[in-house]
């Protein structure tokens, strides 16, 4: 037997059986399609998933991380003062990512994974702020209006790059 005619063999049965295949409705259709599944973390209160799953047709979107703005214009631009406390950085940091994500189509409800990286603050010993975080974080996650949670690692760091900056966050989305 020719290879043309053994190709052409094999051509002629996958077009029928993908032509069959549309003809009994087994193509890809909107009720199919998976959804995004969040993984509570189980006997825990801590408004994080401990996994989400994605389908495989989502599109991810990276947020580079975001830093504070300034609050206080008169205050040195490399103080704490010039940019608030944990909390304060953290709410105006969420809100600036709540913007740049509606600027996408997008919401706080598609974020599937945070980083956050937050400094040691002198007003703390040197420690950071995991409750002032928090504080902060919880205004946007885990509410009655936004109740999906993201992954979340946070991390003290030794430093960013502005000394008045105390926390730092970056985020994926995703567009199902």
């Known amino acids: ?10 051509g002629f049965w996958a077009i029928a059986l993908l032509s ?7 193509t890809a259709h909107p009720s199919f399609a998976q959804s995004i599944i969040r993984y509570p973390i189980p006997n825990s209160t801590l408004p994080i998933s401990q996994a989400v799953e994605l389908p495989a047709n989502a599109t991810l979107i990276y947020l580079s991380g975001q830093i504070p703005p300034v609050i ?3 205050a ?3 103080s704490i003062t010039a940019f ?17 994500l509606a600027g996408l189509d997008l919401t706080l409800g598609d974020v ?8 040691g603050d002198p007003a703390t010993d040197g420690v950071m702020d995991f409750d002032g975080f928090m504080a902060g974080y ?3 996650f885990g ?31 995703v567009r199902p």
Do not use: C, Y
């Not at 037997?1 to 094999?10: A, K, N, P, T």
């Not at 069959?20 to 087994?26: D, M, N, R, W």
């Not at 599937?112 to 400094?119: N, W």
């Open 84 to 100: 608030g406390d944990t909390q304060t950085q953290t709410v105006n940091i969420l809100s600036h990512i709540q913007t740049i």
């Open 1 to 10: 037997m020719d290879v043309r005619h053994i190709f052409h063999r094999q």
């Open 20 to 26: 069959t295949l549309g003809a009994i409705g087994f």
């Open 112 to 119: 599937v994974k945070m980083q956050v990286f937050l400094v």
């Open 143 to 173: 509410t009655a209006e936004q109740p999906k949670l993201p992954s979340r690692s946070v991390m003290q760091v030794a430093g960013l790059v502005n000394p008045g900056w105390l926390v730092e966050i970056e985020v994926v989305a």
């Open 138 to 140: 919880t205004q946007f």
């Open 76 to 78: 040195t631009p490399t």
């Open 72 to 74: 206080d214009a008169t």
